[in-house]
C-alpha cells in the first residue's frame, strides 16, 4: 500500500498545482484532479452546495492522492496487471483515463496478443499482460512508454490547440513527451533533432 501511494504523491507532484487552462479539456483542475471528477464524487469542498472551480482549489494533496489511488488505481485494476506497468500505467490512467489501457491493449494486440481495445482491464488484458511481462520483462514498460509517446504526438497532430502540451514555445519537448519519457528508458528517449523533425510538420 506505501508503494501505491508513493506512486500516487509523485504523480500529484508531476500534476502540479492549480489550473484552469481553455484549451485543456478537463478544465479547472487541481493536483491533477478536474472538476469533473469531483463532480462525479460530490465533493463540494465550499460547502455551498454547487461544485465550481473555488472547491478545485480548495482541493488538498492528501484527498488527490486518495482520489487517485481509489479511482484510477485500485477500481481500473492496475494492480492485477505486472508490476513492471503499474507506475506508468497508472500515471497515464490519470492524465488520460481509460486511454491509458486502450494504449496497453493495442500494445499487447501488437506483441501477438490480441485483444479488443474497450480501455478495460479483464481477465483477458490482465493474463495478455503478464504472458508479455513473461516474454520480455526488461522491454515491456518501455514498449508502454513509446506507445504513449506515439499517443500524444498523434493526439496533438490532430488537435492543434494541444500543441503546446507536447511543445514548448521554444520548439523543445513539452510536458506530454517529458512524462511518457519519464518512464522510458534514456536509450529510447528522442533526440532534441528527431522530436524537432517530429513536430515540424506543425509549422
Do not use: C
Not at 478537463?26 to 460530490?42: E, S
Not at 477500481?75 to 488520460?96: C, G, K, S, Y
Not at 520483462?137 to 490547440?161: E, Q
Amino acid at each position: 500500500m506505501l508503494h501505491i501511494r508513493q506512486m500516487a504523491s509523485d504523480i500529484v507532484a508531476r500534476e502540479g498545482g492549480y489550473v484552469n487552462d481553455p484549451d485543456d479539456p478537463g478544465g479547472a483542475t487541481n493536483h491533477g484532479v478536474t472538476i469533473h471528477t469531483m463532480r462525479q464524487l460530490g465533493l463540494d469542498l465550499t460547502g455551498d452546495g454547487q461544485i465550481t472551480p473555488d472547491d478545485v482549489r480548495a482541493l488538498s494533496r492528501d484527498r488527490a492522492i486518495d482520489i487517485y489511488m481509489d479511482r484510477y488505481f485500485h477500481r481500473p485494476r492496475i494492480a492485477e496487471l505486472p508490476e513492471v506497468l503499474w507506475e506508468t500505467v497508472f500515471d497515464m490512467q490519470v492524465n488520460a483515463g481509460s486511454n491509458a489501457v486502450q494504449i496497453l491493449q493495442r500494445l499487447l494486440t501488437q506483441m501477438g496478443y490480441p485483444l479488443a481495445d474497450d480501455g478495460v482491464i479483464g481477465p483477458a488484458t490482465i493474463q495478455a499482460a503478464h504472458q508479455a511481462a513473461e516474454a520480455a520483462p526488461d522491454h515491456l514498460a518501455d514498449a508502454y512508454g513509446i506507445a504513449r509517446r506515439n499517443y500524444y504526438f498523434a493526439l496533438a497532430d490532430r488537435r492543434p490547440a494541444s500543441r503546446k502540451f507536447a511543445r514548448t514555445r521554444a520548439g523543445g519537448k513539452g510536458g506530454w513527451i517529458k512524462r511518457a519519457e519519464h518512464f522510458i528508458s534514456p536509450r529510447y528517449h528522442m533526440t532534441e533533432q528527431k522530436f524537432r523533425e517530429r513536430v515540424a510538420q506543425w509549422d
